[in-house]
Each structure stands twice: as C-alpha cells, then as structure tokens.
C-alpha cells in the first residue's frame, strides 16, 4: 500500500481531530476499523478496491493519529463515534457512501445506519462487535486495578498475544509489523487512556442489538468460521435480525480482510457493484 498514491487530511468531527487517508476514485466506500486498531488495518485490501471505489478510511477518535481526547470531553461509545462518522461524510461531501465496519467498526456502521439512512448507501458489516459475549482478560475488569493493567503493564507481548489468540484464526502466521505498528500508535498514555474508555463503553451491546431492526440499508454480512471473538453460529441471528442480510462465511478468523484479503475484496465488490433487485 505504501505506493498507492493518498491523500491524508485532518477532519473536524464534533470537535475532535480525524485523522483520514483516501485512495482512488469512484463511488465512496468508507472503511471503519476495529477496536485497537487504525487505518492500516485495512492496508491488505484497499489497493484493490482503490480500483473501482473512492476508498476512505478514518482512524476513529482516539486510535491511530486522530485526535485523544479525555473520556471527560469526549463521551467514548458507539453513538458518539457514529455521530462523528456522520460529520465526516458531510465535511468530504460523500454523500451516500457505502460503509463496511468490523468488529466494532460494525457497531458504529449500525449505529450510523440506523440514526442517518440518508448516508450509507450499502452497508457490509465484518464480525461486528454486537452481542456481549466477545472474550477479554478479567484483569481488565478489576475495579481500579483492571485499568491500572490495561493502561500500564499491556505491553507488546501481550498486543501480541492479542490478535493471536482472539483476532486471527489458529495457527495464522502473525504479520507482526502490521500489529506492531498499531501497538505503536496505542502505546502513549493518551491513546490507552481513549482504548480504555471505549472498551467500557463498548462492552454493554444491548443499544447496538436494539438498532438491527432499524437498519434499512441493504446488507452483506462476512463472518470469519473460526471467529474466537464473535463465534460463527451467531451469524445467521444476526443476519436475520438486521433485515435478512446477505450471509457469507469465510475460512478466517475475526479479521477476514487480514487473512485472505482477495477473497474478501471480491465478496464485498461483488456486493456493492451488483445491480439491485
């Protein structure tokens, strides 16, 4: 990806900094990235799809080189990240781009759905973070302590051990420059301090479950068969529940676009450049 040509830009959000990188021309195609994660995430795909799409992708507040703010002037959660989401697509006169979301970037593609129809046009939502069942270490639970633990003693190792454990399928070769350059951009106080505020908020996902019904945006949905996050059989419920979605299962993990980024880019482009019904 580092020679595809970009353009990167900083955005005003509700009054929180975004840092977005754009490739390409075409209809828009807005990408939004999962919990400790950034932009880059989604290096694996977006040439391809910079082919046929303006690609966009944002670091959501408090990831990546957006702007941090204190959880006390910035409400961390999936509303407050879909109504900065919003902002965006009005300040780069987007129009009705299409979204995909993973992980928790789903959650937030749902919550931009549901509240604003009139801005996405097709939605693709990548094992999105909607029932409160996703794995995370008690530690990080620990009153006190638990936050002490995530915004001090989570080191490298353990980011590691992170995306092995519950990101990529078993025995997935880690791409540990990808993951090391997002361990980066996590560790400054600030930035662990925002992750912290957004797993809190992040972990109730009764709100996200009541949208579903709301969603009117045609909808592909790609769940990984060996997702240790979001277990697969959840996704014929959830696809249901969003209004008869399209369901597609894929041999990964919860990142299908880290895995086997063809095969994804040829499902969701298959989807969003098929004629409608």
Same mark, same amino acid.
């Given at each position: 990806? +580092?020679?595809?040509? %970009? +353009?990167? @830009?900083?955005?005003?959000? @509700?009054?929180? @900094?975004?840092? !977005?990188?754009?490739?390409?021309?075409?209809?828009?195609? /807005? /990408?939004l990235h999962g919990f400790l994660m950034?932009? =880059?995430?989604?290096? $694996?795909?977006?040439? =391809?799809?910079?082919?046929?799409?303006?690609?966009v992708t944002p670091d959501l507040p408090g990831f990546g080189d957006s702007e941090k703010p204190s959880p006390t002037r910035f409400?961390? &959660? !999936?509303?407050? *990240?879909a109504a900065c989401i919003a902002d965006l697509i009005a300040a780069l006169s987007l129009g009705r781009p299409h979204v995909v979301g993973h992980g928790m970037g789903g959650a937030i593609a749902i919550a931009l759905a549901a509240a604003h129809p009139e801005f996405v046009d097709r939605l693709v939502l990548v094992d999105p973070h909607v029932y409160s069942i996703g794995r995370r270490s008690r530690a990080f639970d620990m009153p006190v302590l638990g936050g002490f633990f995530f915004k001090q003693l989570y080191g490298r =190792? /353990?980011?590691? $051990?992170?995306?092995?454990?519950?990101?990529? %399928?078993? &025995? *997935?070769?880690?791409?540990?420059?990808?993951?090391?350059?997002?361990? $980066?951009?996590?560790?400054?106080?600030?930035a662990r301090e925002s992750a912290y505020a957004t797993m809190l908020a992040t972990a109730d996902t009764r709100s996200t479950e009541a949208r579903l019904y709301r969603v009117r945006a045609p909808s592909l949905v790609i769940w990984g068969r060996s997702d240790r996050l979001h277990p697969s059989p959840l996704a014929p419920r959830f =696809?249901?529940?969003?209004?008869?979605?399209?369901?597609? !299962?894929?041999?990964?993990?919860?990142?299908?676009?880290?895995?086997?980024?063809?095969? *994804?880019?040829?499902?969701?482009? %298959? *989807? /969003?450049?098929?004629?409608r019904g």
């Open positions: 990806m +580092d020679s595809l040509l %970009s +353009d990167t @830009r900083d955005v005003s959000a @509700r009054d929180v @900094r975004l840092r !977005v990188v754009e490739y390409g021309s075409g209809p828009p195609l /807005l /990408l950034t932009h =880059a995430a989604w290096g $694996a795909v977006v040439p =391809a799809l910079a082919t046929r799409f303006r690609v409400a961390y &959660g !999936v509303e407050r *990240f =190792a /353990l980011f590691r $051990a992170y995306f092995r454990d519950f990101i990529l %399928s078993p &025995g *997935f070769p880690l791409p540990l420059e990808a993951i090391d350059r997002m361990y $980066a951009a996590f560790n400054a106080p600030a =696809a249901r529940e969003i209004g008869a979605a399209r369901l597609e !299962v894929m041999e990964a993990g919860h990142a299908p676009h880290l895995e086997r980024p063809s095969e *994804f880019v040829h499902r969701v482009t %298959s *989807f /969003l450049t098929t004629e």
